[in-house]
């Protein structure tokens, strides 16, 4: 089965300051990753993925996360972040070509709190 | 285009009363999700389905049931209420699996908040 583990549940950072979330996923087969943001009191929604190709992927409002396949990972990262970033994020996985990759499995979540 | 509708929005049940979280969409998804979001825990997956007539226990099934006799819809009925179900819950779907952009992308509801009391 997979499992996500997301080791900070709660990261403060100075305005345009950088910023690393971090996440590791564990699955016996080849994986899809996800990170998802949740702004205060509204529902999930996808920030990036990786389902193939490029290790490295991007989302519009400059958060970048990379695939470490040796290491497991899938660490988020953002080199300035602004006070609008303020939200919980949120690391998913699907397992690839077995009977679990109708499961989509979540971590417990990071709260990023930007400081002025 | 609607997306995922969730209803109630809130709702307060006493201990040991049953009722029924609505979740429809209309993007004609495949798969749909229960979630239950809870401080500090993340999501938990309580069940889910993989097209009409078709549904399955994700990691925290007990206490709760669902049906999928439609594309559309995929309720969850909470049988006899206890305080250990107080939580945000949300629905959740997508297309289907593979590596086509999108087709693994879940689009949520914006949940319900339910009190056991």
């Known amino acids: 089965a997979q499992s996500v583990t997301q080791l900070d549940s709660q990261v403060p950072v100075f305005e345009e300051a950088p910023v690393e979330l971090r996440c590791n996923y564990s699955s016996s087969v080849s994986v899809y990753l996800f990170w998802y943001v949740q702004y205060p009191n509204q529902g999930l929604q996808l920030l990036l993925k990786?389902?193939?190709?490029?290790?490295l992927v991007e989302s519009i409002n400059g958060f970048e996360a990379e695939f470490n396949k040796s290491q497991t990972s899938f660490h988020l990262r953002k080199p300035s972040v602004h006070i609008s970033d303020t939200a919980e994020y949120f690391c998913?996985?699907?397992?690839?070509?077995?009977?679990?990759?109708?499961?989509?499995?979540f971590g417990s979540g990071t709260r990023l709190s930007i400081r002025p | 285009n609607a997306g995922v509708t969730q209803t109630p929005k809130f709702r307060i049940l006493k201990i040991g009363q049953s009722m029924t979280l609505q979740c429809t969409q209309d993007m004609n998804h495949n798969y749909m999700y229960w979630y239950r979001q809870d401080p500090g825990m993340g999501l938990k997956l309580i069940y889910y389905s993989v097209g009409a007539g078709i549904t399955d226990k994700g990691e925290v099934p007990n206490g709760y049931n669902v049906s999928r006799s439609t594309t559309e819809d995929f309720p969850l009925r909470l049988e006899l209420a206890a305080p250990s179900q107080t939580s945000v819950y949300f629905c959740?779907?997508?297309?289907?699996?593979?590596?086509?952009?999108?087709?693994?992308?879940?689009?949520f509801g914006a949940g319900s908040r339910l009190t056991v009391l």
């Open positions: 998913a996985v699907i397992s690839r070509g077995n009977s679990s990759a109708s499961k989509i499995i």
């Open positions: 959740a779907s997508r297309t289907g699996t593979g590596d086509a952009s999108g087709a693994n992308v879940l689009t």
């Open positions: 990786y389902l193939s190709g490029s290790t």
